[in-house]
């Protein structure tokens, strides 16, 4: 386990969680909203499942150093790794509880995951991972301690689904418009992930050179669907969504 990018180290209560399988998934599939979020003052964190060490290209250190470079970008609170096992990791006790460590740790508001449905079965696996450990983390009798100390019980509220890959219909959709070209950014901070015509590498699926325009075209297409020229997509966990009032709608 370890926090390779912080601007601060002490615990804190953070205003949104991201919870993601991969370095990288945060970055296709949400990050437009979480440079939104900070630049609103909203305080956000990233935990890394896994090191993406099973990928086709790079490897644990070179994703890593990239993860932490899109961290400064964004501008977030912090982001670690917990070091699970890429593509082997399991929705056991043992995970479940370390999970339930950070989320009582940091306090989430909201925590965003990988989606339910999804081409990676590691997503797959992150989002029940995730809802599972935060329901735990809500509960008086799972026992757990951070610094040596008994953690009080922590129920985020909301867990988010994000979009990457496969086309699931939103719940809601956030226009990410301002943000959008720092996303891009964010996301080609992983340069030994994406298409390159010089590198010696094998061809991955989102090495390939078409891929960067089908996060494009996706971000365009949910963006349409609210009327503005950005967006990304999000499930909630919860059956219904609620507004304070109408004005709080696009």
């Given at each position: 386990?370890?926090?390779?990018?912080?601007?601060?180290?002490?615990?804190?209560?953070?205003?949104?969680?991201?919870?993601m399988a991969h370095p990288d998934d945060a970055?296709?599939?949400?990050?437009?909203?979480?440079?939104?979020?900070v630049s609103s003052g909203k305080k956000v964190g990233i935990i890394d499942l896994t090191k993406g060490e099973m990928g086709t290209r790079g490897n644990s250190k070179i994703r890593i150093s990239e993860a932490n470079d899109s961290a400064k970008?964004?501008?977030?609170?912090?982001?670690?790794?917990?070091?699970?096992?890429?593509?082997?990791?399991?929705?056991n006790e043992k995970n479940k509880l370390l999970l339930v460590k950070k989320i009582r740790e940091y306090r989430p508001k909201i925590i965003i995951t990988n989606s339910f449905e999804e081409r990676h079965?590691?997503?797959?696996?992150?989002?029940?991972?995730?809802?599972?450990?935060?329901?735990?983390?809500?509960?008086?009798?799972?026992?757990?301690?951070?610094?040596?100390?008994?953690?009080?019980k922590w129920k985020p509220n909301f867990i988010l689904y994000s979009l990457q890959d496969k086309y699931i219909k939103p719940d809601f959709v956030i226009d990410v418009s301002k943000f959008y070209n720092k996303k891009i950014k964010a996301i080609k901070c992983f340069k030994s992930q994406f298409y390159n015509n010089n590198?010696?590498?094998?061809?991955?699926?989102?090495?390939?050179?078409?891929?960067?325009?089908?996060?494009n075209s996706r971000s365009i297409e949910l963006g349409h669907s609210i009327g503005v020229n950005h967006g990304e997509g999000f499930i909630s966990s919860k059956s219904n969504i609620g507004f304070k009032d109408l004005f709080s709608i696009l």
């Open positions: 386990m370890q926090k390779d990018f912080c601007q601060q180290k002490n615990s804190m209560k953070l205003d949104i969680l991201i919870v970055e296709l599939s949400c990050s437009g909203t979480i440079i939104s979020s970008l964004m501008k977030i609170k912090f982001r670690e790794n917990l070091g699970l096992k890429d593509a082997f990791f399991e929705n079965p590691d997503h797959e696996k992150a989002s029940r991972l995730v809802y599972d450990a935060s329901f735990l983390s809500g509960l008086e009798k799972v026992s757990s301690k951070y610094r040596g100390k008994i953690q009080k590198s010696k590498e094998s061809e991955s699926y989102i090495s390939t050179k078409n891929f960067l325009d089908f996060i």
